[in-house]
Antibody
């Protein structure tokens, strides 16, 4: 069965960087893109960007351009998202999600979420 | 960037009742690439509907999606206890996907 297993909760200081992993299993990793979505405490969903697991092409939301980097490792079927120069506003739950077959695609499987707290 | 506005913010209904949720886009959604998700407290979202009206695998037929262009609707024909949750629409037809702010369906 398809699973996306994310890395555990993190506490980071302002100005630090964060790297979240998302290990995929149960399907051909390179056949589906991965999106990253974040959810501020008690708030809605915000799409951060997308990466093709086939060729590494990326597409970032304008808000995160230049501060977020998405990568994949096809040897380990893992996607990564790095956020630099964290601020208190980056406190959120971060999700990875797989593209449903076809392009463009809705998000058919989601990771369990990685809670991130930015605190001094 | 297409802005999605969901209404109402909260819907208070009883089990067995019909729920009608609205999602309005600021620009026409390309080829009706509009999805609906359900999220329960402490859980990741779950895909319900894609392509405006196609149910995802395993989704009960009491969930249906309709609409085109800028106006879309998610209907739950008869609410079951497990359907009380927050629902989000998402457009994925443009290069920058966006989500609506959500509609909470709560028990009356």
């Amino acid at each position: 069965q398809v699973q996306l297993l994310q890395s555990g909760a993190e506490v980071q200081k302002p100005g630090a960087s964060l790297k979240v992993s998302c290990k995929a299993s149960g399907y051909t990793f390179t056949s589906h893109g991965i999106s990253w979505v974040r959810q501020d405490p008690g708030q809605g969903l915000e799409w951060m960007g997308w990466i093709s697991a086939y060729n590494g092409n990326t597409n970032y939301a304008q808000k995160f351009q230049g501060r977020v980097t998405m990568t994949t490792d096809t040897a380990t079927n893992t996607a990564y998202m790095e956020v630099k120069t964290l601020t208190f506003d980056d406190t959120a739950v971060y999700y990875c999600a797989r593209d449903h077959p076809g392009l463009p695609a809705a998000l058919d499987y989601w990771g369990q979420g990685t809670p991130v707290t930015v605190s001094s | 960037e297409s802005i999605l506005t969901q209404s109402p913010g909260t819907l208070s209904l009883s089990p067995g009742e019909r729920a009608t949720l609205s999602c309005r886009a600021s620009q026409s959604v390309s080829r009706n690439y509009l999805a609906w998700y359900q999220q329960k407290l402490g859980q990741a979202p779950r895909l319900l509907i894609f392509g405006a009206s196609t149910r995802a695998t395993g989704i009960p037929d009491r969930f249906s999606g309709s609409g085109s262009g800028t106006d879309f609707t998610l209907t739950i024909s008869r609410l079951e206890p497990e359907d009380f949750a927050v629902y989000y629409c998402q457009q994925y037809g443009s290069s920058r996907q966006t989500f609506g702010q959500g509609t909470k369906v709560e028990i009356k």
